[in-house]
């Protein structure tokens, strides 16, 4: 079994930065990808970056480009995402999710395991 933690959310005020962290334990050498997403109030669960392997392949999100930053620190299993220059719209709970074979990075059902989430709140 694998276990994905977040952490690192709170709130923020319009152009400010927040780095989450992903902490996996367990089966972790099993992890092939792991994927942030955000699900705001109302709305579904968005797709906001993706790592695949040791981070040679990632991935974003049109609205998050630029701006976001996924990374991984395999020697302490953690996947961060730096969010800077960060706008209202960007409030919502983030989650992390990892799987064993991910068929596409962008894709919610493709991951396994999901960690119980971290809000982000962006102030104007």
């Known amino acids: 079994q694998i276990q994905v933690v977040e952490s690192g959310g709170g709130l923020v005020q319009a152009g400010g930065s927040l780095r989450l962290s992903c902490a996996a334990s367990?089966?972790?050498?099993?992890?092939?990808?792991t994927g942030w997403f955000r699900q705001a109030p109302g709305k579904g669960r968005e797709f906001v970056a993706g790592?695949?392997?040791?981070?040679?392949?990632?991935v974003y999100a049109d609205s998050v480009k630029g701006r976001f930053t996924i990374s991984r620190d395999n020697a302490k299993n953690t996947v961060y995402l730096q969010m800077n220059n960060l706008k209202p719209e960007d409030t919502a709970v983030y989650y992390c999710?990892?799987?064993?074979?991910?068929?596409?990075?962008?894709?919610?059902?493709?991951?396994?395991?999901w960690g119980q989430g971290t809000q982000v709140t962006v102030s104007s």
């Open positions: 790592v695949r392997g040791s981070g040679g392949i990632r």
């Open positions: 367990g089966r972790t050498f099993s992890i092939t990808a």
């Open positions: 999710a990892a799987g064993v074979t991910v068929s596409s990075l962008l894709q919610p059902g493709s991951y396994d395991y």
